[in-house]
């Protein structure tokens, strides 16, 4: 069992986690926006037209979300939504990226900007890990308020988890390679 200041730091870790990785996919996918928008033609089959919505609607969400989950760190309450928004985001590309991924050879997503790559077994672990961290947000949701330090060490370990998770395929393909 979790103290309740211990259950409060993984929260604002997992919400910063959160806000951090998404940041990275809408500035990753930003940088490669051509490349993103093709694949969303010729990896999830969506009509070239559509695409051209889709993508800056999936950038501005991600965006969107980030910069509410950030903000969210000064204000007292008003975290739930945005991560409730976050989980259905993420659960509905997990979902649609495992479904292509499984009933299509080569898949390749742009999640981070990386589009020259197809989606691997480890980009869907990373997803499903993220969802999960996710969840558990709700799971250990506490309403004890951090110390502003306590805040800054939540965000440091959440942008350690995220950079490390972002790059799982490549720390598991150079760990495969020894």
């Not at 990785?21 to 559509?50: D, E």
């Not at 989950?69 to 985001?89: K, Q």
């Not at 502003?148 to 395929?169: E, K, M």
Request: hydrophobic letters at 55%; a positive charge; aromatic letters at 8%.
């Amino acid at each position: 069992m979790l103290t309740p200041l211990l259950a409060a730091l993984v929260t604002d870790a997992a919400r910063c986690f959160i806000a951090f990785l998404l940041l990275a996919a809408g500035v990753g996918k930003l940088r490669s926006y051509g490349a993103f928008r093709g694949n969303l033609a010729t990896s999830f089959g969506v009509p070239p037209i559509l695409a051209r919505w889709a993508a800056p609607a999936l950038i501005m969400a991600e965006l969107s979300l980030s910069c509410w989950l950030l903000a969210s760190t000064l204000l007292t309450d008003g975290t739930h939504l945005p991560m409730l928004l976050s989980l259905l985001l993420l659960s509905t590309l997990t979902a649609v990226l495992a479904y292509r991924y499984f009933t299509h050879s080569v898949v390749r997503c742009s999640c981070f900007g990386e589009a020259a790559r197809p989606v691997s077994p480890y980009d869907l672990l990373r997803n499903v890990l993220v969802v999960g961290i996710n969840g558990a947000y709700f799971a250990l949701a506490q309403e004890t308020p951090l110390p502003v330090t306590t805040s800054v060490l939540a965000a440091g370990l959440a942008a350690i988890a995220c950079v490390a998770i972002i790059s799982l395929h490549d720390i598991a393909t150079l760990a495969k390679a020894d």
